[in-house]
């Protein structure tokens, strides 16, 4: 089992900047992909941007030039540094990991509570 803490969620005026950070602890070794989707309210949960153990990345057309994924493999821990907010990336986001990988539709074995994201205009 593996299990993933969220934290640096919070309220941001529109053009501002927030990190979020994901924590893995258990059974990490047996993790390859790491990655964070949003969920507005009722819409689907949406991919935003995932991370390999060997580094590559995926983003989503609509955080491309404005998020960036990172990961710290001795930490355990992904990170999202999100700029330039927009009123439109308000949503609740989740940490997910996975042992193969990650990508558009919404399936990890192992997911975080959410952190939310406000983004005031």
């Known amino acids: 089992q593996v299990q993933l803490v969220e934290s640096g969620g919070g309220l941001v005026q529109a053009g501002g900047s927030l990190r979020l950070s994901c924590a893995a602890s258990g059974s990490i070794f047996s993790i390859n992909a790491m990655g964070w989707y949003r969920q507005a309210p009722g819409k689907q949960r949406d991919m935003v941007a995932t991370i390999t153990t060997g580094g590559s990345t995926k983003y989503a057309d609509s955080v491309k030039g404005r998020f960036t994924i990172s990961r710290d493999n001795a930490k355990n821990t992904v990170y999202l540094q999100m700029n330039s907010l927009k009123p439109e990336d308000t949503a609740v986001y989740y940490c997910?990991?996975?042992?193969w990988g990650l990508g558009p539709p919404p399936r990890a074995d192992y997911w975080g509570q959410g952190t939310q994201v406000t983004v005031s205009s």
């Open positions: 997910a990991a996975d042992p």
